[in-house]
């Protein structure tokens, strides 16, 4: 079998690829973004018909935090669109039978009962923070589901929750919020800094998953038989949560990153920041019931990550300040 893997380069296509790799598949294909232009329809094109692969595994995307989703909507609604339609769409007009487009949490709406079952999408309005992101990324999920109600394909989606762990994103403006938190704790303790301040109230409730259990789930969702996965899902609902089906809130996050990074100060809340979500919560049972659950431990998997960083720091890899 030949897989393309789709941003081999960032952190879930990354642990994907050293998957693919450990199992021992022999034939892989990537690109870089300078390589292959993915918001490129000809160039997509050109490179379906020349690879020919046999399953795609889209991991590319734009991501980020709230600060970077509140200030850069066009692109996240543009870049993530013209992504799944150029891959998608040129995967098919090439021939590929499997693909697994990866999505996010934040596709489901901002007031869904929690935790969020597969059957609450499009029930709701979204949070108006991600908005366009979470449009691009229901359009892929309905993407997958068109081509395989109109062309016989077997096109799956998994929805994660907040992932984390080695390959993140650990830029101080533009990550997510737990390589920030990381960051900024780390910068706090290695300055003496008294206070470390946070945005919003700290009450907000978080998911989190090591990218490692995402790319062993993304594989398990993808080698399942048609049969179970048809017996799982339905042709209008297809996509499966992965998580781990607990949460903590962002105080409780900030004081577990404070004590693993060594920071002795004051954690300040600046509630004139947004919260985001209060709370978003995966349902997990569709994917258990299929056999699969999480197996890393949020401690454990900070700490990894951040003697990661901390190695990233060393060699350069991650820069400073």
């Not at 229901?138 to 799956?156: P, V």
């Not at 984390?164 to 990550?175: A, L, Q, R, T």
Request: glycine fraction near 8%; charged fraction near 25%; aromatic fraction near 8%.
């Amino acid at each position: 079998m030949k897989y393309y893997v789709a941003g081999h380069r960032g952190m879930v296509g990354g642990a994907i690829l050293r998957r693919l790799q450990a199992r021992g598949e022999a034939e892989i294909v990537t690109r870089t973004s300078a390589e292959l232009d993915l918001t490129d329809q000809a160039a997509v094109r050109a490179f379906m018909e020349a690879e020919r692969p046999d399953v795609v595994i889209l991991a590319a995307a734009k991501v980020g935090g709230i600060h970077a989703n509140n200030t850069y909507p066009a692109q996240f609604i543009y870049e993530n669109l013209m992504i799944e339609c150029n891959v998608i769409h040129q995967a098919h007009a090439a021939g590929v039978q499997r693909l697994l487009q990866l999505g996010s949490s934040c596709i489901y709406p901002r007031e869904a009962a929690q935790p969020m079952r597969e059957d609450a999408l499009l029930t709701g309005v979204l949070e108006p923070t991600n908005e366009p992101y979470a449009v691009a990324k229901i359009a892929g999920i309905k993407l997958c589901e068109s081509y395989n109600r109109q062309y016989g394909r077997d096109y799956r989606s998994v929805m994660p929750t907040n992932l984390y762990g080695p390959g993140d994103n650990f830029h101080p403006e533009n990550s997510h919020v737990l390589p920030a938190l990381i960051r900024r704790f780390h910068e706090a303790a290695q300055a003496g800094a008294e206070e470390v301040v946070l945005w919003g109230t700290g009450k907000p409730m978080r998911e989190f998953l090591h990218v490692d259990d995402m790319a062993e789930a993304s594989l398990f969702v993808l080698d399942l038989d048609a049969e179970t996965y048809a017996a799982n899902t339905e042709p209008m609902l297809s996509h499966i949560n992965v998580g781990t089906g607990t949460d903590v809130t962002i105080r409780e996050l900030a004081d577990m990153v404070a004590e693993i990074t060594g920071f002795g100060g004051r954690i300040v809340q600046d509630i004139s920041k947004p919260d985001g979500t209060m709370k978003k919560l995966m349902d997990v049972s569709r994917l258990a019931e299929m056999g699969w659950r999480a197996r890393i431990d949020l401690r454990d998997g900070i700490e990894s990550t951040y003697a990661w960083f901390l190695d990233g720091l060393k060699t350069g890899t991650i820069r400073a300040k």
